[in-house]
């Protein structure tokens, strides 16, 4: 059974910094791509930022320049550096994994509050 584990959410003021972990454990053979969505009240989920197993990125342009993607696969671990936080990046953050077990499946994380407020 594989599970993903998120850590790192919380309050903080605009202009500050929060930085997201995301741990998967379990019976993994391998690990693709990994990414962090959020999902604000009353909005659709969507992706803030991805990573391949090689390390290629992407980002939402409302993120590029301030949150940063990485990964560490020895851990199978991604992280999520935000910086200069606004109001607007409030929103429950949800970990995504595409891994390989006895299948290729897609995984999620059960999420963690990020709150940018004064």
């Known amino acids: 059974q594989v599970q993903l584990v998120e850590s790192g959410g919380g309050l903080v003021q605009p202009g500050g910094s929060l930085r997201l972990s995301c741990v998967a454990s379990g019976s993994i053979f391998s690990i693709n791509a990994m990414g962090w969505y959020r999902q604000a009240p009353g909005k659709q989920r969507e992706l803030v930022a991805g990573?391949?197993?090689?390390?290629?990125?992407k980002y939402a342009g409302s993120v590029e320049g301030r949150f940063t993607i990485s990964r560490d696969n020895s851990k199978n671990t991604v992280y999520l550096q935000m910086n200069s936080l606004k109001p607007e990046d409030t929103a429950v953050y949800y970990c995504n994994a595409d891994l390989v077990t006895t299948r290729r499946d897609d995984y999620w994380g059960q999420g963690t509050q990020v709150t940018v407020s004064s």
């Open positions: 990573i391949t197993s090689r390390g290629g990125t």
